[in-house]
Structure formats: C-alpha cells, structure tokens
C-alpha cells in the first residue's frame, strides 16, 4: 500500500500540510473481493461495523468492516444493482436495479421481504431520518419519465407487509435526476441533475422549492448529506466536488481536482472531504494506471485545499463512503475491488493547519 | 491746361525693381538635370596620391566591370578615361574621394546604381547616387520650423526601449516562455518557483516555433515566411527585425547576436522587383540568390548579407564487395548549424565534407584569403569558445579527418586567420569522433569511437588541454561505449554515460539500456584526468550540468518506463566553505540529493542562473503526458503543470556577466553581508506572505463556524417544533470494540501411519 503526498498541491498551502498523510497516516487495508465486476454504490450501517456493496454483478454483499469478512449475499435481482440503502437500525435494506426492481431485504435473514417494480431502472434509493419513509429515483428512457416516488415503510412484525403504492409521486422537470437524497427532517428531497443543476423538492407535494441551475457545470455523480443534514457535497464530472447548504442550495465550498469525480463524502471527527473518481472506463485501456489518476483525493472542507492522497485502484472510483464516526473510509472501483482503510492513530493527532480547525 | 513740368521717370525706375521675373526665371530656368541623367557620383573611393592614381582608376574599372557595370569610355592621352572624372585635390596632392561616371543612357546609369552601390571595394563600402538627385535633395528648401516635402512629419526621436531590460529585475529574476497550443507566454520565475507573467503575450508567436537568441537579447519566433525577432521590455518587433525567408525551418545566431543564419529546405525563389529600374532591396533575396538555401543577415540593420547553397548530397560510397549494403554506415550529414561561428563573431566557417573547411570574414562575408582550407577527409569541425582571447591570440578551431590510405585518422588544432597548425594528434581504428569543447576553450576532449572486433565498439577521449604550452594531449581509454559527455561549465570535470552495449545505435528507440555514469576531475597535482567516481547501474539518458557547474542533474527523457532526475552535489559539504573539499578522494563529496520523477519527460532545462531545474515533456516528441515541472536545485519541485498540446519551455539566456572581475571578488568575499540584504527580502517576503495567508484562513474557519452554529440552532430549532424527540443526530463513540483474528496457516501436512 503506498500512500502518495500531492505534489501537486497549492504552493501557499503551509509546508506541514502537505505530504500529512504520508507523515501521520498509516492505513491498515482490506480488499474485498466478493465482486466480479466494478462497484457501483457501497454505504456502512450506522454503527459501522458492516459495510454494504452494490455491483453490476447483481448481487450485494454485506462485510465487517474490521476484517473484510463476508457476512452474507442478497440474490435475487437480475441487473445491475445501481444504488443500495440501509435504514439507520441496520435491519432493513433497500435496492435499487437496473432489472427495474426495488427491493426491500432484511439484513439479519436475507431474506427479501418485498419487490415494487417500475417501467425504467432504479438509479437511487434513500432513507428518511426516522426510517419510516424510502425515497426511489427511477431513470428517464424509453418514453418514461423520470419519477421520484416516496414509500412509507411499516415496521410492524417481519416488515413484510408494504403497500405497493407510494405516498407521493412526481417527476422532475428538465434535466433528468441523478441522485436524490432527503433534506433533514425528511420534508425535502435534494436531488442532483444531468446538466450539473441541483434542486430541492417538497417531499410531499413535489414542488420545486429551491433551485441552482448552474451548480455544477457536468452531471452530478454523487451526493452525500453532513452528519447533521444541514449541508451535502456533490461530485461531478465537471472535475468538482462542491458543499452546499441544505437549505439555500448555496455553494459554500468547492474542490477542484483534475479528473472527472464519481462520489463525494464528508468525513466526520476531522474538517475534509473525500473524492474519488477518474477517467471514464471506456478510455482507461489507452492510458496508463498513472495518468490515469485513480486516486482518492482528501481536501480540507474549510480552505478548500487538497492535503493528501491514497492510491491502489486500478480503475477509476465509483463510489466512497465513510465511516460514520469518521475513523475509516471505503472505496469501491472500478477495477471490482473494494479497498476499505482504517486511519490510524496520528490521522486524528495530525493539525496540518495548525490551531486553525473548524469547531465541526 | 497745366502740363506736368516733369515726367516722373523715377516711376519707372521703381516699377523695373518691382517686376516680378520669378514667373520668367522659373520658365526659362535652366534645367539642371536634364542631360545629366546618366551621370553617377561614387563616394567613399580610397584616397591615394599621385603615384597610385592610374592604378586605382584601373583597379576601379575591373570592380565596375566585375559588379556588372562596366564602362566603355575611351582612355584620353593623359590615360584618363572620357567616361570617369576623378576630381582631384593639388594641394594635398590626392584625389577627393569620389568620382563621376558617365554611361552612355540613363537607363545603363539606373542600372549600374543597382549594380554598384553598396558594393565593397577593398574594405570600402562604395555609395553610389544618381548626379542629379545630389544636386536635388542638396537644394530642397529647408526653412526653420518646417521640414521638406517627403520627410516624415513628426520625425521626434522616439526613445528605443532598453534591450537588456530584463536584467535589471531588483529582485534578480529569470524568464521563461512556455508555448502550448497556439499561445505563448512569458513568465518572471520568483522566490520558491512563484510565477509571474512578464508581458502581454502577442498572439502571433504561436505559430511553429519560438527560441532565444544566445544572451537573451531577442525572442526569436519562427514564422512560415520567416523568421521575426523581437525586443525591449514589450517586445516590439520592428521592421528590420523581419527576416524574410520562406519555408524557414532552421535558424541559428551567432555568438555576440550580430548575425542571424537562416535554412530553408526549399530553394530560395526570388520575388522579381516590380519595377525593373528599382534597386534591388538588400533585405530581399535577389536574382543571384536564386537555388541557395542559407541565408545570412545581418541583425541590426536586417540586410542579407550572403546566401548559400545548400549542403551538397554526399555521393554513396561504393559498397566494397562482400559486404551488405545496410552494413555500411550511413551517409555522413553535418549537423546544423552548418555555418559556424567563431566566438567572437569574426568569422564564420564551413565544412564541406571531406574536401575543405571555408572561413568567411565578417561583416564582409568574403572569403578569408579568397581561398578554402583545402583539408582531405574533413569530417568536422568545432570552434574554440574561448571569448576572451588576448590581443595576440588567434581564433582557433579543432577537426578531424578519417583514417585514409596509409594514412592514420587525426585531430588537428588550427588557428585563425593564420591557418597555423597548432597541434595534431594521429588516431587509429576510428569508427567516428566527436569534439567537446569545454565552455571556456580551457579543455578540448575528443571522444573517439574505436572499433574492436566488427560489431563492437568502445570509446577514447583524448584530452587536449588548450591552455598549456605545446597543448599537451592525454587519452582515457574506457572498456565500453560512451553514448553522452558533457563537460563541467567553467570547471574541469566532466560526466560521461558509458554503455556495455555494444552497438548502442541500433537499440529501438524508447528502450532503455543499462548504463553507468562516470566522472572524472583533473589531478591538481599531477596534472591528468582522474577517474573520480563511478555510478554503475545507473540508468540515464541525459546529463545536465547547471550553468555554474558544482550540481548536475541525470534525467532519463523520452522513455515510457523509466523517468526519473536524480540531483547530485559534487561538492557537497556540511559547511559552506568549498574550499574544504577533500582533495584526496574528490568523489566522497559527490552526493544525491534527490530523486525525482516527471512521467513523459522529453527536456530539461537549467535556468541561466542554476537555480532552478525545467523538465518538460513536449508534443513535439510525442510526449503519453504533456506539462512541465520545476525543480529548484536540490530537486523539491516547486510546480507540476499537466498541460495538454504543451510544447515548449525556454528560460531566457543571460549574457556574460558584466561586472567587473575585481568587483565580482569583493562580492564572492563578503557573500554574507550581501546575502544578508537578500535574506531579510525574503523574510519579510514569507512573513507578509504568511500572515496574509493566516489571516486569510482565520477569516474563513470564522465564517465557517458562524454559519454552521446558525445552521445546528435551527435545526435544533425545527426538530423541536416538529415534535420529535431530540433525536441525537451524533454518533456515540460506544468505546472501541476490539475484534480478534486467529490467522492460521498450514504450513505442512504430513499423513503418517502409526503402526
């Protein structure tokens, strides 16, 4: 495992903070290999001693984060698992597919406990803060709009008694949506766009509160919520990952890297952002693993600074998710690998900015 | 009826001095130069007595003719001739200087002006006028306050802008241009690699190609019709600084910039004048030019000062019989710049390949004695760069020539103008030499490729040290190929890269071989070359001394699997006095300082100073990843630029220093108290830069956290009004769980019976 500084980074940035991964982080690596084809969506459970990971294998692992070990598979669809959900108790979990299924799982058992199916793919599904409401973003094409649908999910007995039909149903005009997640409190849904715009919806009505057409300049690839909901950071493949507010939809930050990004995510216990992407799968042959740039990317949220690098994928990044206490993160690419690093101790020790540290 | 007593006569005497004859004169005004339409005045005619007089007219009338004017006058009693007055002064008993011809039509005059102004007789240029223009532009009206017609209005002295300016930068700086896509920019290098840009780039540099003159002076842009240069502190490109040269691809200065050598594959075509009766502009290519593909310009005034054909192909050499025709080596072909100059801009000299070397004289560009060095075999040939040769001491230059029937290969030094042989040095077995000439002309070393059995080769330097009487020659004789020499700049020590390979010339291109780097430093002592140190397994391609010498940089360029600069010390000490080298064992102090890489690298590149290090990967030379990085000398980069379609990147050249050598001495001597000045700059650079900075960052942590206690309140806020409990939306750290892992492996497994 090598870990490699930015060169790169901005000369004015303070000697001390570059190169601080290589100095003070050791990551400890696991690989996971369950998967024969490239990832596509992986997320930890609350706790995060699990770890979850959609593929276009049609199948989704479930793994302890600690030592990599496989706890189980859940089979059943037969496309590719575009995006995956587990509610905040880790007992239920959500897919999304391209064989245009949903499907609702109960993590202990296995078992799937009930299947909605719709005329286009699945592109993104999302829990509400109290578990109690699922949202669901199927795809434009062929014809079919793009809808977002929420479902209320009745938690009584063995769950598997859901009602078919959603609570609320509307379909984004414009730019087809990308992602979607909800707004803290779970009365909006934020969703990222095609044309880079990102808006936000009322859950329940379907009306387009806020809106910021020019957001991002390429499609949005990713969109993760803060802790708390009160800001999410979007990737693109403008080649920008950007915060912005919950509420206003404002851009407050923006990290700028040199490859088109696939996902974005904020890391808990210390001030960054974690991006990932690279080339596009269908020219990475014609270029090098090196100039590829599939490396992940850590930038200070605050000073919008890159201040480290950990390589090992050898394609291009798909998905990142972190730790919910911010003590690990997760990458899956590509390449079909999932690389999951621990940070070790001087990872939390280091100040590469001195005394300068945001209060959270 | 009164009568007038008197007539008034003296009315009439005024009215005669108020008659206005001008209208008469300007009438009947004599023209003057009707009729003398095809007299010539020719000035600047050396000045001779009495006893010389009939020659020099006789030695005239062969220029005239030879130049293409001849005059057919009949020769008088006095041997005179009708058609030529030499005016003559009896007091000083000479002749003025100029003299009137007098052809038969003013259409011949026309044509002999062309023909014979700006001509060289002797060391005299000749400037050559109609008879009437004198007589016209000598009685233009010119009256206080107003100018003549045809000059220009406002003829104020515009103030040129200095062309050296660059190197009044307080602050010392360099330049460096970098050319991407079709845009070129110029940029300040500042402390710790910060850029700047210089000027506003001109969007006409892009177009093929854009280089420096040797001392910095002009920024030199190729152009499909030519070459352009341009100066001063905004780069303006003035008229004369256009040279105009179709299908221009390569271009060479010489050393002191007063000349500019342009090559054009295509012969030279020249533009027929538009009108016949023009003079011929000397900054075009006339009718003689025709075929020829160098030019030679002169940079101050633009004029072309020669042209010349091009290089000759080489007749094959019969293929002696039994062997194959591709084992033969290759054509030889001179490597541009075909014409050559001496240091100090007197001479310029050309090989023809295996006849004669020709050395022209400058500004004349006539050949030096009327005659090539006849030299059978010349292979090559290299100019001492030695600038600061004494009064008594002669350009000089080395060359080669190859073994011949009975006769061994050999080396000779020559001096010129004298063409005294000075030292010559027979070779054998010589595959092929190659002439390093130190940069001060203090070292000559000649690597010869020798040849051992038929497919291997291995290498001879032969060191000539110029300095010392009787130019005593030392050989070095190595065991393997060297492939790359470089001599220390203003030092005595030099790198080679050395190759076991034995044909090295014959490995694909972007293959890597395996090779070591060797130095060597001359023996105070003794007085010789010394091995210093040897870097074996050491893979590289290219050597890079900086300017000042003391750091060299080993780079491996235009290879996709190996691209790494290594940066090493010769000299290196814990304390700063280089006086306190070991003297016994030179090498100890050699020292890697760091190792660097730049993937796709095809060129690096020491500013003048030594400071810093570029590499750059050029489109060019189809670079996988196109950029450049800058190294300072201890080889921290200080900036990676991946820049797509990236070409080039040209530090600007400095001249010579033009300080003083005593005034140099007392800076060398209290370095400290002057670095002192420089050190507090920096400070208080860093500190400002610094505090800016934390201001900066301060102002933005301040801004972050007040927006988010506002955003956590009314979150806080709205939870509470929704009714929901408060939902701790932090993760509690429920204290770490250890997890245990048994690993076990098998190491062996053995099945036995038990009996």
Same mark, same amino acid.
């Given at each position: 495992?090598?870990?490699?500084?930015?060169?790169?980074?901005?000369?004015?940035?303070?000697?001390?903070?570059?190169?601080?991964?290589?100095?003070?982080?050791?990551?400890?690596?696991?690989?996971?290999?369950?998967?024969?084809?490239?990832?596509?969506?992986?997320?930890? =459970?609350?706790?995060?001693?699990?770890?979850?990971?959609?593929?276009?294998?049609?199948?989704?692992?479930?793994?302890?984060?600690?030592?990599?070990?496989?706890?189980?598979?859940?089979?059943?669809?037969?496309?590719?698992?575009w995006t995956i959900a587990c509610d905040s108790q880790t007992k239920l979990l959500v897919s999304g597919s391209a064989d245009n299924q949903m499907r609702l799982w109960d993590i202990a058992s296995g078992k799937c406990l009930k299947m909605w199916e719709f005329p286009t793919a699945i592109k993104r599904?999302?829990?509400?803060?109290?578990?109690?409401?699922?949202?669901?973003?199927?795809?434009?094409?062929?014809?079919?709009?793009?809808?977002?649908?929420?479902?209320?999910?009745?938690?009584?007995?063995?769950? !598997?008694?859901?009602?078919?039909?959603?609570?609320?149903?509307?379909?984004?005009?414009?730019?087809?949506?990308?992602?979607?997640?909800?707004?803290?409190?779970?009365?909006?849904?934020?969703?990222?766009?095609?044309?880079?715009?990102?808006?936000?919806?009322?859950?329940?009505?379907?009306?387009?509160?806020?809106? =910021?057409?020019?957001?991002?300049?390429?499609?949005?690839?990713?969109?993760?919520?803060?802790?708390?909901?009160?800001?999410?950071?979007?990737?693109?493949?403008?080649?920008?990952?950007?915060?912005?507010?919950?509420? =206003?939809?404002?851009?407050?930050?923006?990290?700028?890297?040199?490859?088109?990004?696939?996902?974005?995510?904020?890391?808990?216990?210390?001030?960054?952002?974690?991006?990932?992407?690279?080339?596009?799968?269908?020219?990475?042959?014609?270029?090098?693993?090196?100039?590829?740039?599939?490396?992940?990317?850590?930038?200070?949220?605050?000073?919008?600074?890159?201040?480290?690098?950990?390589?090992?994928?050898?394609?291009?990044?798909?998905?990142?998710?972190?730790?919910?206490?911010?003590?690990?993160?997760?990458?899956?690419?590509?390449?079909?690998?999932?690389?999951?690093?621990?940070?070790?101790?001087?990872?939390?020790?280091?100040?590469?900015?001195?005394?300068?540290?945001?209060?959270? | 009826?009164?009568?007038?007593?008197?007539?008034?006569?003296?009315?009439?005497?005024?009215?005669?001095?108020?008659?206005?004859?001008?209208?008469?004169?300007?009438?009947?005004?004599?023209?003057?130069? !009707?009729?003398?339409?095809?007299?010539?005045?020719?000035?600047?005619?050396?000045?001779?007595?009495?006893?010389?007089?009939?020659?020099?007219?006789?030695?005239?009338?062969?220029?005239?003719?030879?130049?293409?004017?001849?005059?057919?006058?009949?020769?008088?009693?006095?041997?005179?001739?009708?058609?030529?007055?030499?005016?003559?002064?009896?007091?000083?008993?000479?002749?003025?200087?100029?003299?009137?011809?007098?052809?038969?039509?003013?259409?011949?005059?026309?044509?002999?002006?062309?023909?014979?102004?700006?001509t060289l007789f002797g060391k005299n240029r000749l400037h050559v006028n109609k008879f009437g223009d004198i007589e016209r532009y000598a009685s233009l009206p010119i009256e206080e306050g107003s100018t003549p017609r045809g000059w220009v209005e406002d003829s104020e002295i515009e103030p040129q802008e200095?062309?050296?300016?660059?190197?009044?930068?307080?602050?010392?700086?360099?330049?460096?241009?970098?050319?991407?896509?079709?845009?070129?920019?110029?940029?300040?290098?500042?402390?710790?690699?910060?850029?700047?840009?210089?000027?506003?780039?001109?969007?006409?540099?892009?177009?093929?190609?854009?280089?420096?003159?040797?001392?910095?002076?002009?920024?030199?842009?190729?152009?499909?019709?030519?070459?352009?240069?341009?100066?001063?502190?905004?780069?303006?490109?003035?008229?004369?600084?256009?040279?105009?040269?179709?299908?221009?691809?390569?271009?060479?200065?010489?050393?002191?910039?007063?000349?500019?050598?342009?090559?054009?594959?295509?012969?030279?075509?020249?533009?027929?004048?538009?009108?016949?009766?023009?003079?011929?502009?000397?900054?075009?290519?006339?009718?003689?030019?025709?075929?020829?593909?160098?030019?030679?310009?002169?940079?101050?005034?633009?004029?072309?000062?020669?042209?010349?054909?091009?290089?000759?192909?080489?007749?094959?050499?019969?293929?002696?019989?039994?062997?194959?025709?591709?084992?033969?080596?290759?054509?030889?072909?001179?490597?541009?710049?075909?014409?050559?100059?001496?240091?100090?801009?007197?001479?310029?000299?050309?090989?023809?390949?295996?006849?004669?070397?020709?050395?022209?004289?400058?500004?004349?560009?006539?050949?030096?004695?009327?005659?090539?060095?006849?030299?059978?075999?010349?292979?090559?040939?290299?100019?001492?760069?030695?600038?600061?040769?004494?009064?008594?001491?002669?350009?000089?230059?080395?060359?080669?020539?190859?073994?011949?029937?009975?006769?061994?290969?050999?080396?000779?030094?020559?001096?010129?103008?004298?063409?005294?042989?000075?030292?010559?040095?027979?070779?054998?077995?010589?595959?092929?030499?190659?002439?390093?000439?130190?940069?001060?002309?203090?070292?000559?070393?000649?690597?010869?490729?020798?040849?051992?059995?038929?497919?291997?080769?291995?290498?001879?330097?032969?060191?000539?040290?110029?300095?010392?009487?009787?130019?005593?020659?030392?050989?070095?004789?190595?065991?393997?190929?060297?492939?790359?020499?470089?001599?220390?700049?203003?030092?005595?020590?030099?790198?080679?890269?050395?190759?076991?390979?034995? =044909?090295?010339?014959?490995?694909?291109?972007?293959?890597?071989?395996?090779?070591?780097?060797?130095?060597?430093?001359?023996?105070?002592?003794?007085?010789?070359?010394?091995?210093?140190?040897?870097?074996?397994?050491?893979?590289?391609?290219?050597?890079?001394?900086?300017?000042?010498?003391?750091?060299?940089?080993?780079?491996?360029?235009?290879?996709?699997?190996?691209?790494?600069?290594?940066?090493?010390?010769?000299?290196?000490?814990?304390?700063?006095?280089?006086?306190?080298?070991?003297?016994?064992?030179?090498?100890?102090?050699?020292?890697?300082?760091?190792?660097?890489?730049?993937?796709?690298?095809?060129?690096?590149?020491?500013?003048?100073?030594?400071?810093?290090?570029?590499?750059?990967?050029?489109?060019?030379?189809?670079?996988?990843?196109?950029?450049?990085?800058?190294?300072?000398?201890?080889?921290?980069?200080?900036?990676?630029?991946?820049?797509?379609?990236?070409?080039?990147?040209?530090?600007?050249?400095?001249?010579?220093?033009?300080?003083?050598?005593?005034?140099?001495?007392?800076?060398?001597?209290?370095?400290?108290?002057?670095?002192?000045?420089?050190?507090?700059?920096?400070?208080?650079?860093?500190?400002?830069?610094?505090?800016?900075?934390?201001?900066?960052?301060?102002?933005?942590?301040?801004?972050?956290?007040?927006?988010?206690?506002?955003?956590?309140?009314?979150?806080?806020?709205?939870?509470?009004?929704?009714?929901?409990d408060q939902v701790e939306s932090k993760v509690e750290d429920e204290g770490l769980e250890t997890v245990e892992e048994v690993v076990e492996d098998i190491l062996e497994e053995t099945e036995e019976v038990v009996a």
């Amino acid at each position: 495992m090598t870990v490699e500084t930015d060169p790169s980074s901005r000369q004015d940035s303070l000697q001390a903070s570059r190169g601080f991964l290589a100095d003070h982080l050791q990551l400890n690596l696991h690989t996971a290999t369950g998967h024969e084809r490239s990832l596509t969506q992986i997320m930890y =459970n609350k706790e995060g001693d699990l770890l979850f990971t959609a593929s276009k294998d049609h199948v989704i692992n479930a793994w302890f984060s600690t030592n990599g070990e496989r706890l189980g598979t859940y089979n059943g669809h037969n496309g590719t698992i575009w995006t995956i959900a587990c509610d905040s108790q880790t007992k239920l979990l959500v897919s999304g597919s391209a064989d245009n299924q949903m499907r609702l799982w109960d993590i202990a058992s296995g078992k799937c406990l009930k299947m909605w199916e719709f005329p286009t793919a699945i592109k993104r599904v999302a829990w509400s803060d109290d578990d109690k409401r699922i949202l669901c973003l199927t795809e434009q094409r062929s014809g079919y709009q793009g809808a977002i649908r929420v479902f209320g999910i009745n938690r009584e007995g063995d769950c !598997s008694k859901q009602d078919s039909e959603p609570l609320v149903y509307f379909s984004p005009i414009g730019s087809k949506a990308t992602v979607a997640a909800f707004a803290p409190l779970g009365r909006e849904i934020i969703t990222g766009h095609e044309s880079g715009k990102v808006a936000l919806f009322d859950a329940e009505t379907g009306e387009e509160i806020e809106i =910021n057409e020019k957001a991002h300049l390429g499609q949005v690839t990713d969109l993760q919520l803060s802790p708390d909901g009160t800001y999410f950071v979007t990737s693109s493949k403008d080649q920008t990952a950007k915060l912005h507010d919950s509420k =206003n939809l404002q851009v407050i930050k923006t990290f700028t890297s040199e490859t088109p990004l696939n996902s974005a995510c904020i890391t808990p216990a210390k001030p960054y952002v974690i991006v990932g992407g690279g080339q596009d799968a269908r020219s990475v042959t014609t270029t090098s693993a090196r100039s590829g740039k599939f490396e992940t990317r850590f930038y200070h949220r605050v000073f919008e600074e890159e201040v480290g690098r950990v390589r090992g994928h050898f394609g291009p990044i798909n998905t990142i998710a972190v730790h919910p206490s911010g003590k690990a993160f997760a990458s899956g690419g590509e390449d079909g690998y999932v690389r999951v690093h621990w940070f070790d101790e001087s990872y939390f020790r280091a100040r590469p900015y001195g005394d300068l540290e945001p209060e959270d | 009826m009164p009568v007038p007593d008197t007539v008034p006569t003296n009315n009439h005497e005024e009215d005669d001095e108020d008659i206005d004859y001008t209208e008469i004169e300007e009438r009947y005004q004599l023209d003057m130069l !009707s009729g003398l339409d095809n007299i010539l005045v020719v000035d600047n005619v050396p000045i001779v007595n009495a006893d010389r007089r009939q020659k020099l007219i006789e030695r005239l009338r062969q220029a005239f003719a030879k130049a293409g004017a001849p005059l057919s006058g009949k020769q008088r009693e006095d041997e005179s001739y009708d058609d030529m007055e030499m005016p003559w002064d009896n007091e000083a008993d000479s002749n003025k200087g100029f003299l009137f011809l007098t052809y038969p039509s003013a259409a011949e005059a026309t044509a002999a002006l062309r023909n014979l102004d700006q001509t060289l007789f002797g060391k005299n240029r000749l400037h050559v006028n109609k008879f009437g223009d004198i007589e016209r532009y000598a009685s233009l009206p010119i009256e206080e306050g107003s100018t003549p017609r045809g000059w220009v209005e406002d003829s104020e002295i515009e103030p040129q802008e200095h062309l050296k300016s660059w190197l009044a930068d307080p602050q010392g700086r360099d330049q460096y241009l970098t050319y991407r896509g079709e845009s070129v920019d110029l940029n300040w290098i500042g402390r710790g690699g910060s850029s700047e840009p210089a000027v506003q780039a001109e969007p006409r540099w892009g177009e093929l190609y854009v280089s420096w003159s040797p001392q910095g002076t002009y920024l030199t842009t190729l152009h499909r019709i030519g070459v352009a240069l341009w100066s001063g502190k905004s780069f303006k490109n003035t008229v004369s600084h256009r040279f105009t040269h179709p299908g221009v691809k390569l271009f060479d200065f010489s050393p002191c910039e007063q000349y500019l050598v342009t090559w054009s594959p295509d012969s030279i075509v020249p533009k027929p004048p538009k009108d016949e009766n023009a003079p011929q502009d000397p900054r075009q290519f006339g009718p003689e030019d025709e075929g020829n593909q160098i030019a030679v310009w002169e940079i101050k005034t633009g004029l072309l000062l020669r042209t010349f054909p091009g290089e000759k192909p080489v007749q094959p050499a019969p293929v002696p019989a039994g062997t194959k025709p591709e084992d033969m080596p290759a054509p030889r072909k001179l490597s541009w710049p075909l014409l050559r100059w001496s240091p100090d801009d007197k001479y310029v000299a050309r090989c023809h390949l295996g006849t004669q070397i020709s050395v022209y004289e400058l500004p004349s560009m006539g050949l030096l004695e009327k005659k090539s060095i006849k030299i059978d075999g010349v292979l090559d040939f290299e100019w001492c760069p030695d600038r600061e040769l004494g009064a008594s001491k002669e350009n000089m230059f080395a060359y080669w020539t190859p073994e011949a029937a009975n006769q061994p290969a050999r080396v000779t030094l020559m001096a010129i103008p004298s063409r005294n042989v000075l030292r010559s040095k027979n070779l054998f077995n010589v595959n092929d030499c190659k002439l390093h000439w130190q940069d001060q002309g203090t070292y000559l070393c000649v690597k010869v490729d020798r040849v051992k059995s038929k497919r291997s080769t291995f290498s001879n330097f032969e060191l000539f040290r110029v300095k010392e009487k009787n130019y005593p020659v030392e050989t070095i004789e190595l065991k393997e190929t060297c492939t790359q020499f470089a001599w220390e700049p203003s030092g005595n020590r030099f790198a080679a890269i050395t190759c076991a390979d034995p =044909n090295p010339a014959h490995m694909a291109p972007g293959v890597v071989l395996k090779t070591a780097i060797a130095f060597y430093y001359l023996d105070p002592k003794k007085g010789d070359f010394k091995l210093m140190r040897e870097l074996e397994n050491k893979t590289a391609n290219t050597l890079a001394w900086a300017p000042k010498g003391r750091f060299i940089a080993l780079a491996t360029c235009g290879s996709a699997v190996k691209y790494d600069i290594e940066f090493w010390d010769l000299d290196f000490t814990i304390d700063d006095t280089i006086n306190k080298r070991d003297a016994a064992d030179p090498g100890s102090n050699m020292q890697l300082l760091s190792t660097g890489e730049h993937f796709g690298m095809t060129d690096v590149a020491w500013d003048p100073s030594g400071r810093y290090l570029a590499s750059s990967a050029s489109a060019f030379r189809q670079s996988p990843e196109t950029g450049y990085s800058i190294w300072d000398f201890k080889g921290q980069d200080l900036q990676k630029q991946p820049l797509d379609k990236f070409k080039q990147f040209v530090w600007r050249p400095r001249p010579a220093t033009m300080l003083p050598k005593e005034d140099q001495k007392r800076v060398r001597k209290n370095l400290r108290e002057f670095s002192k000045l420089f050190d507090e700059e920096d400070a208080a650079e860093e500190s400002n830069v610094s505090a800016d900075l934390l201001a900066h960052r301060k102002r933005l942590i301040d801004e972050w956290n007040a927006w988010r206690s506002k955003r956590v309140k009314e979150l806080v806020a709205e939870r509470k009004k929704a009714g929901e409990d408060q939902v701790e939306s932090k993760v509690e750290d429920e204290g770490l769980e250890t997890v245990e892992e048994v690993v076990e492996d098998i190491l062996e497994e053995t099945e036995e019976v038990v009996a």
